[in-house]
């Protein structure tokens, strides 16, 4: 099982294997790729920092604790009906954004994020709206 929070479901969509450090990418493309492969992994959904937070280098500023990102989190458990302490597989999640989330909403969610400019949420979101699931990551 995996502890997410609201915000990282999204993340998760337009993942390509960049990140803030090594042991993030590590960590993360771990996740990614166990959800790839074994979607009915469960997922504890959290408030705050969860388990890619915990990756999070330390000689960055930390920012997982900022209003703002719980905010993004709040707003993007409303729109898939799902909420803190919730507990349920990552297919089932899959199956929630195929139906409540749309590319445009990324725009919404994230207006600060510094990720966004690459474009690979909304991609990753129509990818699971096309039901293709999660990306291969090599590396
Ligand atoms: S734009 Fe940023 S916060 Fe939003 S889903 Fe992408 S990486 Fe996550």
């Known amino acids: 099982m995996f502890r997410l929070r609201g915000h990282h479901l999204l993340c998760l969509l337009g993942y390509r294997g960049m990140g803030y450090s090594q042991p993030y990418v590590e960590n993360m493309t771990r996740i990614h790729q166990t959800l790839r492969t074994t979607p009915d992994t469960e997922v504890l959904l959290v408030a705050g920092a969860d388990d890619l937070c915990d990756k999070f280098p330390i000689?960055?500023?930390?920012?997982?604790?900022?209003?703002?990102?719980?905010?993004?989190?709040?707003?993007?458990?409303?729109?898939?009906?799902?909420?803190?302490?919730?507990?349920?597989?990552?297919?089932?999640?899959?199956?929630?954004?195929?139906?409540?989330i749309v590319p445009k909403d990324v725009a919404n969610f994230c207006s600060t994020c510094t990720w966004r400019s690459y474009g690979v949420c909304e991609e990753g979101v129509e990818e699971i709206r096309a039901g293709k699931g999660l990306r291969v990551i090599e590396r």
Do not use: F, M, P
């Not at 729109?79 to 139906?99: D, F």
């Open 59 to 100: 000689s960055q500023t930390y920012h997982c604790d900022d209003v703002n990102i719980h905010v993004r989190d709040a707003a993007i458990l409303a729109k898939l009906q799902l909420e803190i302490g919730q507990q349920l597989t990552w297919a089932a999640i899959q199956n929630r954004i195929q139906g409540d």
